[in-house]
Nanobody, 118 residues
Framework: QVQLVESGGGLVQAGGSLRLSCAASGSSVNLNDMGWYRQAPGKQRELVAKITRGGSTTYVGSVKGRFAISRDNAKNTVYLQMNSVTPEDTAVYYC????????????WGQGTQVTVSS
């Protein structure tokens, strides 16, 4: 059973950068596609970045060119580098493995709060 622990969030000014980490334990996630999701207040959780087990990446349009997802299989960890952040990026960020458009493979972690001030 995989447990996911997100970290690295915080308060950042618009235009700044943050690097989020997602450490998996209990089992390896190296053979799984992994993604970063976010949920802003009053909004549904959305997938913003995905990395396949082969290392291919995809992004939602609103973060393309600003965010970068990566993985370190030796550490069983997935990262999200966030650059040029805006107040619209304020949300709780979670990682998980996408199973379908609406389903994920693992239980959700507690997430990490990112707050961007203008």
């Amino acid at each position: 059973q995989v447990q996911l622990v997100e970290s690295g969030g915080g308060l950042v000014q618009a235009g700044g950068s943050l690097r989020l980490s997602c450490a998996a334990s209990g089992s390896s996630v190296n053979l799984n596609d992994m993604g970063w999701y976010r949920q802003a207040p009053g909004k549904q959780r959305e997938l913003v970045a995905k990395i396949t087990r082969g290392g291919s990446t995809t992004y939602v349009g609103s973060v393309k060119g600003r965010f970068a997802i990566s993985r370190d299989n030796a550490k069983n960890t997935v990262y999200l580098q966030m650059n040029s952040v805006t107040p619209e990026d304020t949300a709780v960020y979670y990682c998980n493995s996408p199973f379908s458009a609406t389903l994920v493979r693992f239980s959700w972690g507690q997430g990490t709060q990112v707050t961007v001030s203008s």
